[in-house]
Structures are given as C-alpha cells and as structure tokens.
C-alpha cells in the first residue's frame, strides 16, 4: 500500500499522452497495417465463429478500419473525461491511463492478427478461429496499459491532517505495546455467485473444446481461493493486510500514516464490485482496497495525501489504535 510520492506538479501532458493520444496512436496504427492488406485480403473477411469453430460473420475491409477507429475515438475520449475527473489523484489517474490504452490495444490487436490470418484466402469461409490470436492480443493489451501506466509519474497532493479531535482513539500507555487482528471472507453469496461463474466457464470450455476456457476459469479459481479471505493487523509497525496464503501482501508504514478513520461501504455503489478495488466516482473517489463485503472499514489517510481502506468487522478499534499510535510516535517491542 505504499507508494512514492515522486513530483509535486501534476503532469498534464503525461495524462493526455497516456489516457488519451496512446489510445487513438493504437488505433490508427493498426487501421494503419489493414489497409495496408487490402489487397491480400478477401472480400469480405470473417470477424466471428460459432461454437463449431465456423465463420459464420462477414464484413467488408473498409467497415472494420472504421469500426476500429470509432472504437479507439471513443476509448479516447472517455479516456479524458475520467482523467480529468481523477483530478488530483496519481493512482486513479494512473488506473484510467492502463484501462483505455490497454483495452483499445487489446481490441485492435485482436482486430490485426485476426485479419492477417486470413491473408491469401480466396473466401473466408475457410479462415481458423482466433484461439491463438486472443492470446497474444491479451498480452500485447496487458503490456501496452502497464506502459501507459508507468508513463504516468506519480505526484504529491500535499500532505494529510493529523488525526481530528473526534476521530475514534484508544489511551495507550507510556509503554505498552498493543496489536489489533482481524480476519475477513467474503460473504456467501458472493461466494456461491464467484463458484457458480467458474464452474459456468469450465463447462462452456468443455462442451465447445475452447480449452483457452478450461485455462481461464483454473486462474480465475486460483485468484479467488488466494483473495477470498484476508486478515487485517494493526501493531507498531503499522498495517498489514495478507491473504489467506500470505499472498496478496500490502503493508503501509506507521510513519506512511497521519491518520484513521471509518466509513461505511456498499461495494457495488463505491466500488462497482469486490476484491481489491479502487473508487472512480463518489465520496471515495481514488480511494483503493479490499472489498470482500459491505459494511465499515478501516481508512487510513497517508501522508502523500492517497486513501487505502479494507473492509473489517470491529473497524473502529483498529482506526482508535492506528491513531493512537500516530500521535505517541514510535513504539518498539522488548
């Protein structure tokens, strides 16, 4: 949960390159290479399969360079307005560049290598479905929204307010060394839906011989038995929360900390879902944490100015520790 407080201006030309020229720069260069085929291309080329793995959609050249570029004009623009939205925030701003640049590059990747495969046909009936190239598209998305992200610089938003004169405190002595811990899951539903959307997937991957499925719902089931429960601990160092297996592991410094507090959540309405999520609109905009269920959390302001929370029964004793523990300054066991 720590992050480098880097520049103290915010870099708006970096955010309009990354959240929004990267995106069109995607989209134009892939028009780009299809137009270049013209020549070696049927008319028209597949752009679906059914389940039998037949193309059964066709469309012209000219039609998928224009839907390609409506797409990353769109992307763009969204790219944006969210960014300019994000305001302040480096991380949601950040967040913003990764998902317009990453996706408009996983659209026309997947858009690219599929057209190429069909080079040299005479009818595109007979064009292979995109197995392979939904792959590599994948990569090529994930690779490009790191870099838009990383182009990003992170910036000081000024430092945070001790803690207020009512925010929850717990007395603590001279000496005394104290630790809070909790465990949180996921609730059950969340559970049952979770479960019930991986065993759809391996299914689906079963009866149409779309293996890429079986290799997608065994990831999906890894990322949730790693994140379905976590625990939550407060001592001298600061807090830590880790998952069931001891990964994920985010840990934010006492001295990372000005202060605590506690708020109530509803995961679809601030979150948008559950897990490890990042607040885009609303009074928790930028603010970024575990969401396993609803209910209070721990915030924890730090000092560059950024919010973490995580969803935790008995959330206020751990901010009363937290801020008590800002306030007495270090403490070291014996």
């Not at 000024?158 to 000496?175: E, F, Q």
Request: aromatic residues 4%; hydrophobic residues 55%; proline residues 7%.
């Amino acid at each position: 949960m720590t992050d480098d407080p880097g520049t103290d201006r915010r870099p708006t030309g970096r955010i309009l390159l990354s959240s929004t020229a990267a995106p069109l720069a995607v989209a134009a260069a892939g028009a780009l290479v299809l137009r270049s085929w013209h020549a070696q291309l049927p008319d028209p080329i597949a752009t679906h399969w059914n389940l039998d793995g037949t193309a059964d959609g066709f469309a012209g050249l000219p039609a998928t360079i224009a839907l390609l570029l409506g797409f990353g004009v769109l992307f763009a623009a969204l790219g944006f307005g969210l960014a300019r939205a994000a305001d302040t925030d480096p991380a949601l701003t950040r967040a913003v560049a990764a998902t317009v640049t990453g996706t408009v590059a996983f659209v026309t990747a997947l858009i690219v290598l599929v057209t190429g495969s069909q080079r040299g046909l005479a009818d595109a009936a007979a064009a292979s479905p995109p197995g392979a190239s939904l792959l590599a598209a994948l990569g090529i998305g994930v690779a490009l929204g790191v870099v838009a992200a990383a182009a990003v610089p992170r910036w000081s938003r000024g430092p945070a307010a001790p803690p207020a004169a009512d925010a929850p405190r717990i007395p603590l002595g001279a000496d005394e060394l104290v630790a809070w811990t909790r465990s949180v899951a996921t609730g059950n539903v969340t559970t049952i839906v979770l479960v019930a959307a991986i065993g759809i997937v391996a299914a689906l991957s079963v009866l149409t011989r779309l293996w890429i499925l079986l290799g997608l719902a065994v990831l999906l089931a890894v990322l949730v038995a790693l994140t379905c429960s976590i625990r939550v601990t407060v001592d001298v160092r600061g807090v830590t929360v880790a998952g069931l297996f001891g990964w994920p592991h985010l840990h934010t410094p006492l001295g990372a900390i000005a202060s605590a507090s506690v708020t109530d959540v509803a995961p679809l309405k601030h979150f948008g879902g559950y897990g490890y999520r990042m607040a885009v609109l609303g009074p928790l905009r930028g603010a970024r944490g575990f969401v396993l269920r609803g209910g209070p959390a721990l915030v924890l302001h730090r000092r560059d100015g950024a919010r973490t929370l995580v969803v935790v029964d008995d959330a206020a004793t751990a901010a009363g520790l937290v801020n008590a523990l800002v306030e007495t300054g270090p403490r070291h066991p014996q």
